[in-house]
């Protein structure tokens, strides 16, 4: 109890809050001005290439919005303390669950779609249920889960299209009203940027402002402790795990009836950078602790740097550099804010 | 002074290993009653025991007269028997209202506005902790920003606020400093005036005789005995709690087998 000593005085104390209270601020500010010195780098490196011209702002605002659809929820479950690894084979097979009725059995569009959520609540739930059951980390668990997605997929794939792609999707989706939502502009705006938006208004409301989000700050903080206090705490990680699984379906969906046709291969690694956008927004790799609106912004720092290096004509494989440069400095303030915040601990 | 709890002729086995044998004791309203004993004495078994974590082998408790079988620590919790543990686990990030309100939120609005009412949680949190005699500087704060005696006396008011009437608190002041471990042992006389029923769990037989009304003392597993607070000084105590092995007579039989 380092703390002991100077606490006669009121002053102490005072001057250690106000310190806080920066700190607490600046941990969403970090990938707010982080945003804004990435904006303002290539502004000035690749402005008149492109990346400033109306097309150019939309082309890295739907690799933002496409990413921050999956980092939103990604960033919700590690605010409550877990990982899912299997985002990116959840893509696939959500991609396939949607494109193989409609193409190979001439089911319409929406019932496709319909299946391919109902397929994630399932796989969520699974998940959820996995981990609550086994106590076992969910790095492990939904590694397992990201190995065998993915391979049941291909299996399926294969075994009904005897392919491992399944193109022409586009000409039977036409009119069809649920698959509307997920192609096209809204007023000029790509609807995958709608998506992100609402859903990152969401995420933040039911994270600030509803006794859901309370309880994910619980259990991420501390499961046991959170129980004793009546958090339904299984009930809250399956929820979360259901939440990763339908935000991937929402990707496949809009990447699907937009491009018109599925691929096994689809969304590798989405999972990591979806953790590296929620983790630069400022979440906390151990739980109870991060913001949906950070992560936007963590997004948006993604869909700029990968967009912009294209503009400069830089070659692209330096994006990866930056990308893990950038996810090393965020860890680093991250940690930073969490050891001053639990200092009086030591 | 009503009887909250009664446990008659209490028991529970690990395998071979009894923990607990033949324990029979009461737990009144507005009492503090010190729960004290060496190591494997058995106190952590029967507090888990009263507070639903395990079920007893052998006996039975009474719960206000009437017999009562707890499933888990919720169903002791909705009798109004709440646990405060030694390590606080909460976020020390969150804040010190969202730590009050935890698993309690108070909401307001309707079906998909319904959404919860902070500043009606930071009301409470503020008032609460005033009325136990704590001046929150911010309930917006981060938890963190707390002592450690503040935050034991946070999850003392919380659980009192939301209709504990028998607390168990286990080893609330092992980790603090004087000053801490004062402010919250007042807050435990507090608890008591309101009404409350308090189980004392400790080492330190100083802080058990600053607040205790009587004791209830472990020994391997069994009752060792029940003492009024008059009936015994510190000095009896420590020796009551250690048995027959006192700690000079440790270190002599230590010395002893040493030279041989």
């Known amino acids: 109890m380092s703390r002991e000593f100077g606490n006669s005085g009121a002053d102490e104390r005072v001057r250690h809050i106000s310190l806080f209270r920066r700190l607490m601020s600046r941990s969403e500010l970090g990938a707010v001005s982080g945003a804004v010195l990435v904006f303002a ?61 409609i193409v190979e059995f001439g089911w319409p569009p929406w019932a496709a779609i319909l299946l391919a959520f109902v397929l994630a609540l399932a796989i969520g739930y699974a998940n959820g249920t996995i981990v609550n059951r086994t106590g076992l980390p969910s790095f492990i668990v939904t590694l397992a889960g990201l190995f065998i997605l993915r391979g049941a997929t291909i299996g399926f794939t294969r075994l009904i299209t005897g392919r491992t792609q399944v193109p022409g999707v586009k000409r039977f989706t036409e009119g069809d009203p649920v698959a509307q939502l997920f192609t096209g502009n809204m007023h000029g705006i790509p609807v995958s940027v709608c998506w992100w938006l609402a859903l990152a208004a969401a995420a933040t409301w039911l994270l600030l402002r509803t006794r859901f989000g309370n309880w994910v700050f619980g259990v991420g903080g501390d499961s046991d402790s959170a129980r004793n206090m009546g958090v339904p705490v299984e009930r809250v990680r399956i929820l979360l795990f259901m939440g990763t699984a339908v935000a991937a379906t929402i990707f496949a969906a809009l990447q699907v009836l937009d491009f018109g046709s599925a691929d096994v291969n689809r969304g590798q690694l989405k999972e990591f950078e979806a ?47 930056f990308l893990g440069g950038t996810l090393l400095v965020a860890v680093m303030f991250n940690n930073y804010v969490y050891r001053r915040a639990t200092r009086s601990e030591d | 002074m009503d009887v909250l709890v009664e446990a008659r002729r209490l028991g529970r086995r690990f395998g071979k290993v009894i923990a607990l044998r033949e324990v029979s004791l009461t737990i009144s309203s507005a009492e503090v009653v010190g729960l004290l004993g060496d190591n494997g004495a058995g106190k952590s078994t029967l507090i888990k025991i009263l507070s639903g974590v395990l079920r007893p082998s052998e006996g039975m408790l009474l719960w206000e007269g009437r ?87 946070l ?29 919250v042992l007042r807050f435990i006389r507090q608890a008591r005036e309101e009404g409350v029923g308090v189980v004392l769990v400790t080492h330190n037989v100083h802080h058990a005789h600053a607040v205790a009304d009587r004791y209830i003392i472990l020994e391997r597993g069994r009752l060792r005995g029940t003492f009024q607070r008059a009936e015994v000084g510190t000095g009896e105590l420590l020796d009551l709690m250690a048995g027959a092995s006192t700690l000079e007579a440790e270190l002599a039989g230590r010395a002893r087998s040493d030279s041989t």
Request: net charge neutral; aromatic share 8%.
């Open chain 2, 67 to 153: 017999e009562a079988r707890f499933e888990s620590p919720r169903d002791a919790l909705d009798r109004g028997i709440a646990t405060v543990h030694q390590h606080l686990a909460v976020q020390p990030l969150l804040s010190v209202a969202r730590n009050f309100i935890l698993g309690r939120e108070p909401e307001r609005g309707w079906g998909p506005f319904r959404r919860l009412d902070m500043r009606r949680a930071r009301a409470i949190t503020e008032a609460e902790m005033a009325r136990m005699g704590i001046d929150l500087r911010d309930p917006a704060q981060p938890l963190g920003t707390m002592s450690g005696g503040e935050r034991q006396c």
């Open chain 2, 155 to 183: 999850a003392i008011a919380r659980a009192l606020y939301f209709g504990a009437r028998l607390l168990i608190l286990d080893e609330p002041t092992s980790a603090l400093g004087v000053k801490q471990a004062a402010l």
């Open chain 1, 275 to 321: 953790i590296i956008a929620a983790v630069i927004g400022g979440c906390l790799l151990t739980g109870g602790y991060g913001s949906a609106i950070g992560t936007v912004f963590g997004a948006l720092i993604f869909g700029m740097a990968q967009q912009g290096i294209f503009f400069t004509g830089v070659n692209t494989d330096w994006f990866k550099v």
């Open chain 1, 41 to 101: 780098f290539f502004s000035i490196v690749a402005g008149d290439q492109g990346f400033l011209s109306f097309p150019g702002i939309l082309s890295w605002m739907e690799v933002s919005a496409q990413l921050g659809i999956l980092a939103g929820a990604a960033a919700l479950l590690m605010i409550g303390g877990e990982f899912d690894l299997s985002i990116g084979s959840m893509i696939a097979a959500a991609g396939m669950a949607i494109a193989i009725p």
